[in-house]
């Protein structure tokens, strides 16, 4: 079975903070599949990221960036400098390599930028 | 660009009452996914289907029906509405293949019963 656990809930910060989301996951696909997911207010589900297991190289995007480790089986996620409309549920998820992909996603954490 | 259109963004039924979501797409996608979401739980894979007419189970189907008679729309059954079923309830489609095509998604639609 496949798990995503993304520990920290909710998380609060000051804008032009760096912040990251920690991401856990399990699963016995030797090929598989992660995503990062943002969901502002608006309630969108919106795409930012996905990455195969066999590509471990950290990906940078302007101010964001994402930390592969699959030794430690995680795929962090940090927001350089965040700012007010950085906040937003973030969600982790993990798609084995089956057909249909299917997602298995973490519980979200909530992150708020105060002015 | 890519939507996915669900009918509704807010919907309060009575308990009992037989819901229907609608969601549409228009990326041509074959696989589309019914999921609900609540506080701390993520989201939940309802149903999904990988080409018209066929559904398969996801993690909580209990109380749940699908139905795809075309390719670009998906509909989700509540067929006896419970108040244990009020919950943001969203909508994806993604292309066909093994893992990796990413999954969009509609607006949601919050769904309250009384």
């Known amino acids: 079975a496949q798990k995503v656990t993304q520990a920290q809930t909710e998380i609060s910060v000051v804008e032009k903070e760096d912040v990251t989301l920690d991401c856990v996951y399990e699963?016995?696909?030797?090929?598989?599949?992660l995503f990062w997911y943002k969901q502002p207010p608006s309630g969108e589900l919106v795409f930012l990221i996905r990455?195969?297991?066999?590509?471990?190289q950290n990906e940078i995007s302007g101010r964001y960036s994402w930390n592969f480790q699959k030794s430690t089986s995680s795929f962090n996620f940090t927001i350089t400098a965040s700012q007010v409309v950085d906040s937003a549920v973030y969600f982790c998820?993990?798609?084995?390599?089956?057909?249909?992909?299917?997602?298995?996603f973490g519980g979200g954490t909530r992150l708020m930028v105060k002015p | 660009d890519v939507k996915v259109t669900q009918s509704s963004r807010y919907l309060v039924k009575r308990t009992g009452e037989k819901v229907f979501l609608e969601c549409v797409q228009d990326?041509?996608?074959?696989?589309m996914f019914w999921y609900r979401q609540d506080p701390g739980l993520g989201l939940r894979l309802i149903y999904f289907?990988?080409?018209?007419?066929?559904?398969e189970k996801g993690d909580i189907p209990e109380g749940y029906s699908v139905s795809r008679e075309k390719k670009e729309r998906f509909s989700l059954i509540l067929e006896s509405a419970s108040t244990n079923q009020t919950s943001m309830y969203l909508c994806?489609?993604?292309?066909?293949?093994?893992?990796?095509?990413?999954?969009?998604f509609g607006d949601g639609t919050r769904l309250s019963i009384l």
């Open positions: 994806a489609s993604s292309s066909a293949g093994t893992g990796g095509q990413p999954q969009h």
């Open positions: 699963t016995r696909d030797t090929t598989y599949y």
């Open positions: 990455r195969n297991s066999f590509d471990e």
């Open positions: 998820a993990l798609s084995g390599g089956n057909a249909g992909n299917m997602l298995t």
């Open positions: 990326m041509d996608h074959e696989n």
């Open positions: 289907s990988y080409d018209v007419k066929m559904k």
